[in-house]
Nanobody, 121 residues
Framework: QVQLVESGGGLVQAGGSLRLHCEAS????????MGWYRQFPGKQRELVAT???????NYADSVKGRFTISRDNANNTLYLQMNSLKPEDTAVYYC???????????????WGQGTQVTVSS
């Protein structure tokens, strides 16, 4: 019933920009914190940025000043604006959303399917 759909990934040249979207849908009671993670080949998934229900944000040092995380609570959507992209940003990006689904009484973590971001030099 509940699912996350990611979009916005693609191929871009170094210095360019991309905007990732993650939309939650289904029988949702509430959404709490959200975040973006990325995974390089052969490496563990790492945190990129998080945003709370009250819009407090946190960023990995590697993306500070370049990436901006935001959310639209009315539309259950999470965004990641990525500017000044570098080749080392190339990875699969995943959204993570804490959702209380019907008929649950607590939150659980849901993951998007992942979207590939490739930055060429």
């Amino acid at each position: 019933q509940v699912q996350l759909v990611e979009s916005g990934g693609g191929l871009v040249q170094a210095g360019g920009s991309l905007r990732l979207h993650c939309e939650a849908s289904g029988r949702i009671i509430a959404i709490n914190d959200m975040g973006w993670y990325r995974q390089f080949p052969g490496k563990q998934r790492e945190l990129v940025a998080t945003i709370t229900r009250d819009y407090a944000t946190n960023y990995a040092d590697s993306v500070k000043g370049r990436f901006t995380i935001s959310r639209d609570n009315a539309n259950n959507t999470l965004y990641l604006q990525m500017n000044s992209l570098k080749p080392e940003d190339t990875a699969v990006y995943y959204c993570n959303v804490d959702i209380q689904p019907m008929p649950a009484i607590s939150y659980r973590a849901y993951w998007g399917q992942g979207t590939q971001v490739t930055v060429s030099s």
